[in-house]
């Protein structure tokens, strides 16, 4: 008999603030895999288009001693940077550890937030949630997914904080990872 979790607990509360450490998370089956449908499901806003967080978002470029996060997400994704697969996964490296993307890093390895830099810009989380899709989309790993996971959860988390652009973002990530999550994981 499968037990059903009455609530997806992953995606509630200040999660920049307090990030989840998914320590010690038991497995959990189909129970799991319904509750974390059922909590996307209800996140989705069926009357708000759904758009790409790239989709209006221009590239400006600016001379700085220190990489501008935004920039580097929107060339990652637009496939305009040569050393993509550098980045990706340290940019999952980085959002592993803290469950954070800060606004700038310094450019030399190993990259640690900038002085000064915020963790709390909203797009940089769709941006990466868009490029993890991505990268996933061109190679299924199990590690795209887990951390798309993650950082939908902290999106969801922060839904009543978005803007309603934002919000029709997340309404287009949240369906690409249903679809993604559904096709190779659920019945």
Known sequence: MTEFLAEYPYAIGPLLAEPNTYFYTKFQGQAFLKSWQKNRLAAIAVEMESVNPSQYISITYTIS?????????????????????Y???????KFEVSKRLFSSYQKQPPH??????????LDLYLLFAELLIEVE????????????????DTLVSLKNNMTEKQRGNLNWLLNMEQHIISTRYCD
């Open 112 to 121: 640690r937030p900038s002085v000064g830099a915020s963790f709390h810009e």
């Open 137 to 152: 989309q061109e190679t299924a790993k199990l590690q795209w997914e887990n951390t798309l996971l993650k950082v939908m």
């Open 87 to 93: 980045w990706v996964s340290r940019l999952v490296k």
């Open 65 to 85: 001693s220190d990489i501008n996060t935004q920039q580097l997400l929107l060339r990652l994704i637009k496939k305009e940077h040569d050393d993509r697969n």
